[in-house]
C-alpha cells in the first residue's frame, strides 16, 4: 500500500469512526427523551433539538467529503476571459462580469481562475495592467498620469505603487533608463562596429603599398 493510499485509508476510517460516533450520541439523545418524555416536556425536547443538531452538522461533513475538486477553466474559457480584460483593461473588471462570461459562479469561477494562472482574477487583472503601462511607458511620451488612467489604475500613485510592487522600480525610473536618447544608442552602435570589425583604415594611406 503506497502513501497516498494510506493516508486516504486513514480519512475514511476516521470519518467513519466519526459518524459512528456522532450516531451512538443521537441515539443516546433520543433514548432520554423518550424517557424524559413522561416528566418534562421541555427536557425531552431539549434532548431532540440536540440530536437533530448533530445529524444536520453530520449531513454538512459529508456533504463537504463528498464534493468534487475545482477544475481548472477550459481554453475556450480562458480565451474568453482574456479577451475581455484586454478590451476593457482601462475600465473597471469586476469578477462578476468574468464569471458570467464563461456562465460559472463567482465563487466557482474564483477557484478555477487560481487553478488555470496560478493567481486570483484580482492579482491578474493588475498584472496585465502593469504590463500594458510598461508598452506605453515604452511606445509613447505621454505622461504617467493619462496612461495611468488608460491602464485602469485610478491616478499616477495607484499605478507607481502596483508598478513598484510587481517590477521593484518606481515607473518613472524604470521608463528613464529603457528610453535611452538617440544619440547615445548611435555612439553605442558605432562602437559596436569598430569592435567588430577592427581598427577603421586610414584613407591617406597609398592602396596596394606594402
Not at 116 to 141: C, E, K, N, T, W
Not at 167 to 191: C, D, F, K, N, Q
Request: glycine share 4%; charged share 20%.
Amino acid at each position: 500500500m503506497d502513501g497516498a493510499t494510506t493516508i486516504q485509508f486513514e480519512l475514511v476510517s476516521k470519518s467513519g469512526e466519526q459518524m459512528r460516533l456522532t450516531f451512538a450520541r443521537v441515539v443516546n439523545l433520543l433514548m432520554s427523551a423518550s424517557r424524559e418524555l413522561e416528566h418534562s416536556q421541555e427536557a425531552a425536547k431539549t434532548s431532540i433539538h440536540r440530536a437533530a443538531s448533530l445529524l444536520q452538522a453530520q449531513m454538512r461533513c459529508a456533504s463537504t467529503e463528498r464534493q468534487e475538486p475545482t477544475p481548472a477553466l477550459l481554453a475556450w474559457q480562458m480565451r474568453l476571459v482574456d479577451g475581455y480584460i484586454e478590451q476593457h483593461i482601462g475600465l473597471p473588471i469586476l469578477v462578476a462580469n468574468l464569471s458570467a462570461l464563461v456562465e460559472l459562479s463567482e465563487a466557482h469561477f474564483s477557484r478555477a481562475f487560481r487553478l488555470s494562472y496560478g493567481v486570483p482574477p484580482h492579482a491578474y487583472i493588475v498584472r496585465r495592467r502593469v504590463d500594458f503601462a510598461a508598452q506605453l511607458m515604452l511606445a509613447s511620451r505621454d505622461p504617467l498620469c493619462e496612461i495611468a488612467l488608460k491602464c485602469g489604475f485610478h491616478d499616477q500613485a495607484h499605478l507607481t505603487k502596483q508598478f513598484r510592487r510587481l517590477t521593484g522600480e518606481p515607473p518613472a525610473a524604470w521608463r528613464r533608463l529603457r528610453r535611452r536618447p538617440a544619440s547615445l544608442a548611435i555612439v553605442e552602435s558605432t562602437a559596436g562596429d569598430i569592435h567588430a570589425w577592427g581598427e577603421p583604415q586610414n584613407p591617406t594611406h597609398p592602396a596596394g603599398s606594402a
